[in-house]
Every structure is written in C-alpha cells, then in structure tokens.
C-alpha cells in the first residue's frame, strides 16, 4: 500500500480522531434550541462543505437571522470543551503516525475543521508535532469533494499528488481525493456507516481501523 509513497495526508475528524459524535451533537443541539427538527438529510448535505459553507447552509435552509460569523462562533463556543477534553485518537492512529516517521514518509493534515479546534486536539493527543504542513478547507475555495486542499497540502510538502496517500471517512472526501490523483485509504466511522458499500468501490482500500494495516506490514 505505501509502494512509492512519500508523502501521507489525514483527514482529523472521524479519521484521526473520534469526533463525529460532537458536530453530529451540536448540530442538533444548536436546532432545537430554535424549535427546528433536524432534516434527515443534513449530514448527507453538509459532511463535504467547509466549516464557513455549512454556517451558510445553515443560515439559507433555515432562514436564521444570526450572521455567519455569529453561527460559527456558536458552534465553535459548543464544541470547545468537547474537543479540549473529550477527543481521543481512532485506535492504533498513534502507532500508525509513529510507523510512517520511522519510515521517512512525510505527515500532513487536511481538515473543515477551524484551527483552534484543530491544535486543541492534536495537542490533547500529543501528535500536533508529527506533521509536517497543516492545511484547513479556509485556505481553499471549495470544499473536500473537490481535490483543492489535498493538492495544496501535496504542494506544501513538494510532494507529486501521485506520491501522496490520503485518509478519509466520509465519500465525498474520498472523492475528492481521488481527483486528485493520490491513493486513498477510507477508515471506518460510525457518523459514514451508511456510505460503506461505496467507500470500498471508491477508495484504494477500507479499514476498520489502523491496527488492521499495522498488522499487514
């Protein structure tokens, strides 16, 4: 699997970390608070867009009358204890990290997620020094169903996308990844059970969990 790969880059929610749970949380949260019902389709229509696009998803489909900004403050306010002290590594993530260092393949992060958060849990897991570029869906236009920020993040390491391997949870992800021309591994999460059957026609290769490659090495 990491044939002529130099460079590997992670998704962190649901991917390195286990955190689906709290925006899954917040979103509901945050919507009953209005007296609005969750539609059944919202995690399908947002788990691709930016963490900018979807305050604006939220704000149209819902007619809110808070700013943007205002939306992601809230969310951000929400989700801070959980991910300061409630967000641990996928199992074997740490091992996994520690696995492609001692094999001189370079380590790089892609993530919706807003700095803060991002370097709270990274740091409260001690892995925040393994990277070597950080790159967040704000640094790009488009969200991660297209290749943007995985062809930056490629270019931040001066890495060819053809060397670079990604991990993902979540289809649109894995697909934008793909356009990218990089070898994509999918990783289970509980939050994209139900896009399975098309993470493992997508990607190059499905796990459960990163023990699982650790073992096939």
């Given at each position: 699997?990491?044939?002529?790969?130099?460079?590997?880059?992670?998704?962190?929610?649901?991917?390195?970390?286990?955190?689906?749970?709290?925006?899954?949380?917040?979103d509901t949260d945050y919507l009953t608070k209005r007296n609005i019902s969750v539609p059944n389709d919202l995690k399908g229509s947002i788990e691709h867009l930016t963490f900018e696009e979807t305050a604006n998803y939220f704000k149209n489909r819902f007619n809110l009358k808070d700013s943007v900004n205002d939306i992601m403050q809230e969310w951000n306010d929400m989700a801070y204890n959980e991910y300061k002290f409630n967000v641990d590594l996928k199992p074997g993530a740490k091992e996994y990290l520690n696995m492609l260092k001692a094999m001189n393949i370079k380590i790089?992060?892609?993530?919706?997620?807003?700095?803060?958060?991002?370097?709270?849990?990274?740091?409260?897991?001690?892995?925040?020094?393994?990277f070597d570029a950080i790159s967040t869906t704000d640094e790009v236009t488009r969200g991660k169903a297209f290749p943007d920020i995985y062809l930056l993040t490629a270019n931040k390491l001066n890495i060819a996308p053809c060397n670079c391997i990604v991990f993902e949870d979540i289809l649109p992800a894995v697909k934008g990844a793909k356009l990218a021309g990089m070898k994509v591994v999918a990783i289970h999460d509980t939050f994209s059970e139900n896009?399975?059957?098309?993470?493992?026609?997508?990607?190059?290769?499905?796990?459960?969990?990163?023990?699982e490659i650790l073992t096939a090495i």
């Amino acid at each position: 699997m990491l044939n002529n790969i130099k460079a590997a880059i992670f998704d962190m929610d649901g991917t390195l970390i286990d955190s689906m749970w709290i925006w899954s949380k917040i979103d509901t949260d945050y919507l009953t608070k209005r007296n609005i019902s969750v539609p059944n389709d919202l995690k399908g229509s947002i788990e691709h867009l930016t963490f900018e696009e979807t305050a604006n998803y939220f704000k149209n489909r819902f007619n809110l009358k808070d700013s943007v900004n205002d939306i992601m403050q809230e969310w951000n306010d929400m989700a801070y204890n959980e991910y300061k002290f409630n967000v641990d590594l996928k199992p074997g993530a740490k091992e996994y990290l520690n696995m492609l260092k001692a094999m001189n393949i370079k380590i790089a992060l892609a993530t919706s997620n807003n700095k803060l958060l991002m370097e709270m849990a990274l740091k409260k897991n001690c892995i925040y020094d393994y990277f070597d570029a950080i790159s967040t869906t704000d640094e790009v236009t488009r969200g991660k169903a297209f290749p943007d920020i995985y062809l930056l993040t490629a270019n931040k390491l001066n890495i060819a996308p053809c060397n670079c391997i990604v991990f993902e949870d979540i289809l649109p992800a894995v697909k934008g990844a793909k356009l990218a021309g990089m070898k994509v591994v999918a990783i289970h999460d509980t939050f994209s059970e139900n896009q399975k059957k098309e993470l493992i026609k997508k990607a190059d290769k499905y796990i459960l969990n990163y023990h699982e490659i650790l073992t096939a090495i």
